[in-house]
């Protein structure tokens, strides 16, 4: 299936329709979360653990005065700090106070101006439950320092929903050190979009997803910007093969790859893309790397530039089906003129990696004489480079490839831990597959091929790059489970292929 993720508007939309068509009483479905997280913090620390509930005024806080009674009714060692500086306590947040109360009085310290901190050690279990999904600015003044002080102890931090401090979607302008640390965030219903980001991980630490039966009519009925493909989704989009398939019906790809010296980046993407099931494939390369190729691709047919060394002259690309672009070219003068006159003249379904990427990017105002429908596969530097000004974070970076793909019209794969296809109409996908054993010189250039070859096949543009990116980290788990993350090379991803494909 393809699962949504909702923005913070939509998440409170959300809740209020469930709590309307279920029906279910606010403070009710508060219950079902709290016992929801109160039991996955049971099944991760026992009865011995000193328990510290840190708790806001909102329904986060309630939240967390919910969890501290189901504990101490566990017989856990509880404490719970809520602040109510303002004299304003959300209605279940209330009613969570008082419940807690008639269960233990001496459990709760109600915070209104000054605030003793307690001493929290190693052993210490910190639920933080300041602030959830809900804020829309930076934490200041009295909970920042609250954040500050338990960010510097040493104790093993929870966080309910998003650490506090952090917003929903957009980080940018965020003041980092007043945003929890947590080791393990245990978010409600589904992912946010700020943990797809890797430089938020380092405040969410493990991130487990809580089912608290929220409606699923809203989430099938509502549209979502963002969404995140499994092997489910995937599954269904692959195509089968004719019993009656040849060569001739499987698609032609055309892969334009490789200089004197980068004759590898070539060979990785020519397996990959045969690999990806594809009928033929024809290497347009300089005339130095034929008898490699020969050797380490037998099954591709080998076209030679005029220039024995540099990509210097553009191909027929007529009698293709897809093409592939960038791997290894290198960034002579002569193979600037060459890309664009490649691109320029190109009429079927393309893939534009590497250094096409980086010679774009020196050439900026040349993306706009670009051909629809394009695939770009950069990475973060490379999409850093295509920008006008350096993206700040990575939803920044995220926002300018989005921006980029409707612009041109295209489809922008930015790739990383979560890769994330900008699609033409402003949505974006993410991937779930892969691990940072395929943080590895090559890896790209895999991915590059097996897009290309799927367009050959005939998947659309947008299915052969969620294909793709969805494959190839399949492809790199396996690798990583079967010879260990530190180990993983580009080609290892190649020879897993297979495996990949089997398991859809």
């Not at 439950?129 to 929870?158: D, H, M």
């Amino acid at each position: 299936m393809k699962m949504k993720i909702f923005t913070s508007k939509q998440i409170h939309e959300l809740d209020l329709y469930t709590i309307e068509h279920e029906p279910v009483s606010s403070i009710d479905l508060m219950e079902r979360a709290a016992e929801a997280l109160s039991r996955s913090i049971r099944q991760r620390w026992d009865e011995e653990t000193p328990v510290v509930v840190f708790a806001g005024p909102g329904n986060n806080g309630g939240d967390g005065l919910a969890i501290a009674r189901m504990l101490l009714g566990e017989g856990y060692n509880v404490m719970v700090y809520l602040f109510n500086v303002s004299g304003k306590l959300s209605a279940d947040c209330q009613e969570n106070r008082d419940r807690l109360k008639k269960k233990n009085t001496g459990a709760l310290k109600e915070v209104t101006q000054e605030f003793d901190p307690p001493k929290l050690t190693r052993e210490t279990l910190v639920v933080d439950a300041l602030f959830g999904s809900g804020l829309n600015k930076p934490l200041s003044g009295g909970f920042a320092a609250v954040v500050r002080y338990i960010n510097q102890s040493e104790a093993t931090v929870v966080s309910v929903d998003v650490p506090s401090g952090m917003m929903t979607e957009d980080n940018t302008f965020n003041v980092r050190q007043n945003i929890i640390v947590a080791d393990l965030t245990l978010t409600l219903g589904m992912k946010k979009l700020c943990m797809f980001f890797a430089d938020n991980q380092e405040n969410l630490g493990e991130v487990e997803v809580l089912d608290i039966g929220l409606s699923k009519d809203f989430i099938e009925q509502t549209e979502a910007q963002f969404s995140v493909i499994d092997k489910e989704r995937i599954r269904c989009l692959i195509k089968g093969r004719s019993d009656f398939a040849h060569k001739g019906t499987m698609g032609h790809a055309l892969l334009v790859s490789g200089s004197y010296g980068m004759c590898g980046a070539t060979i990785l993407a020519s397996q990959a893309c045969l690999r990806s099931g594809v009928g033929k494939l024809t290497v347009h390369t300089p005339s130095l790397n034929n008898d490699i190729m020969q050797i380490a691709v037998p099954e591709a047919i080998i076209h030679h530039d005029r220039d024995e060394k540099v990509f210097s002259a553009a191909s027929d690309s007529n009698a293709y089906s897809a093409m592939g672009i960038g791997p290894g070219l290198g960034k002579a003068d002569t193979t600037a003129i060459a890309l664009m006159t490649q691109l320029r003249s190109s009429k079927i379904p393309t893939v534009v990696d590497a250094d096409a990427l980086n010679i774009l990017a020196s050439h900026r105002a040349w993306l706009q004489q670009l051909p629809d429908a394009l695939i770009f596969t950069p990475h973060p530097k490379e999409m850093d480079r295509l920008c006008d000004e350096p993206p700040v974070d990575d939803y920044d970076r995220l926002m300018k490839a989005r921006d980029m793909a409707q612009r041109l019209h295209g489809y922008v794969l930015l790739k990383g831990h979560y890769s994330a296809l900008c699609l033409p109409t402003g949505q974006i996908v993410f991937n779930s597959s892969g691990n940072a054993g395929m943080a590895t010189a090559g890896s790209g250039d895999v991915l590059t091929g097996i897009i290309t070859g799927l367009l050959a096949r005939g998947y659309s543009q947008m299915h052969a790059a969620m294909i793709g990116m969805y494959v190839h980290g399949l492809a790199g788990d396996i690798a990583a489970n079967e010879l260990g993350m530190e180990s993983v090379i580009a080609s290892d991803i190649v020879k897993y292929l297979p495996k990949a494909m089997r398991k859809l």
